[in-house]
T-cell receptor, first 115, second 111 residues
Framework: KAGVTQTPRYLIKTRGQQVTLSCSPI?????VSWYQQTPGQGLQFLFE???????NKGNFPGRFSGRQFSNSRSEMNVSTLELGDSALYLC??????????????FGPGTRLTVL | GESVGLHLPTLSVQEGDNSIINCAYS??????FIWYKQESGKGPQFIID?????DKRQGQRVTVLLNKTVKHLSLQIAATQPGDSAVYFC??????????FGQGTRLTINP
C-alpha cells in the first residue's frame, strides 16, 4: 500500500505570493491533517479534514486554509506569504474515525522557503 | 496558556542502555497523549500512546508513563539501538480536537 504523498517536495516563493500544497492520503483514509514544522516553533497543528469537512483547527491566521476533495486528497493554501511561513509542511492521514493515534501516518513533507 | 514542553533538548546514551525522555504538559484537560519519532528527512512516526485513565502502557521495547498529579509524561526505550537515533516528540490531545506538540528531544546513541 502506498504511503502518504506530498507534492511538491520543495518550493521557493517570495513574500506576498500565495502557495498551494497537495497531499494524497493512504488509500481508504478519510482523515487528513496538516502541520507546520519550524526550528523556532516546532511542530504545530494547522487543521484536519474528514469527509471534505474541516473538523479540527489549530491557532493559525486565516491566511492558512485548506480543503479536501471527494477522493480524500487535500490541498493547503497560504496566501500573502511572509518570511516566517518558511517551514516544513507535513500532511498526515488516518484510517480510523480519529484524526490522531496509531492509525495516523505522516508524509515526508513539503519544504517551503519564502524569500 | 496550554503548552507541552520537554525537560531536555538533547539526550546522549550508550548503545544497549535504556533511554528516558521526559515531557511536561500544562493542561489538565488533556485526555490523550502520543509519542512520535522523527528521523532526519522524514515525517513523524507514531510510537505509542496512552489515555488519561492509564498510568503506564508498554509496547515493543518502549514504555510510556503518565503522572497526572505532576502533569508529566515519559518515554522509556529499552536496550537502545543505533536505529533509535531521532528526535522524539510528545503530543497532547484535548477532547480529540486540539493537538499540541512538545519541542522535541534529540536522542543520540553512542557506540
Amino acid at each position: 500500500k502506498a504511503g502518504v504523498t506530498q507534492t511538491p517536495r520543495y518550493l521557493i516563493k517570495t513574500r506576498g505570493q500565495q502557495v498551494t500544497l497537495s497531499c494524497s492520503p493512504i488509500s481508504g483514509h478519510r482523515s487528513v491533517s496538516w502541520y507546520q514544522q519550524t526550528p523556532g516553533q516546532g511542530l504545530q497543528f494547522l487543521f484536519e479534514y474528514f469527509s471534505e469537512t474541516q473538523r479540527n483547527k489549530g491557532n493559525f491566521p486565516g491566511r492558512f486554509s485548506g480543503r479536501q476533495f471527494s477522493n480524500s486528497r487535500s490541498e493547503m493554501n497560504v496566501s500573502t506569504l511572509e518570511l516566517g511561513d518558511s517551514a516544513l509542511y507535513l500532511c498526515a492521514s488516518s484510517g480510523s474515525g480519529r484524526a490522531f493515534g496509531d492509525t495516523q501516518y505522516f508524509g515526508p513533507g513539503t519544504r517551503l522557503t519564502v524569500l | 496558556g496550554e503548552s507541552v514542553g520537554l525537560h531536555l533538548p538533547t539526550l546522549s546514551v550508550q548503545e544497549g542502555d535504556n533511554s528516558i525522555i521526559n515531557c511536561a504538559y500544562s493542561n489538565s484537560a488533556s485526555d490523550y497523549f502520543i509519542w512520535y519519532k522523527q528521523e532526519s528527512g522524514k515525517g513523524p512516526q507514531f510510537i505509542i500512546d496512552i489515555r488519561s485513565n492509564m498510568d503506564k502502557r508498554q509496547g515493543q521495547r518502549v514504555t510510556v508513563l503518565l503522572n497526572k498529579t505532576v502533569k508529566h509524561l515519559s518515554l522509556q526505550i529499552a536496550a537502545t539501538q543505533p536505529g533509535d537515533s531521532a528526535v522524539y516528540f510528545c503530543a497532547e490531545i484535548q477532547g480529540a480536537q486540539k493537538l499540541v506538540f512538545g519541542q522535541g528531544t534529540r536522542l543520540t546513541i553512542n557506540p
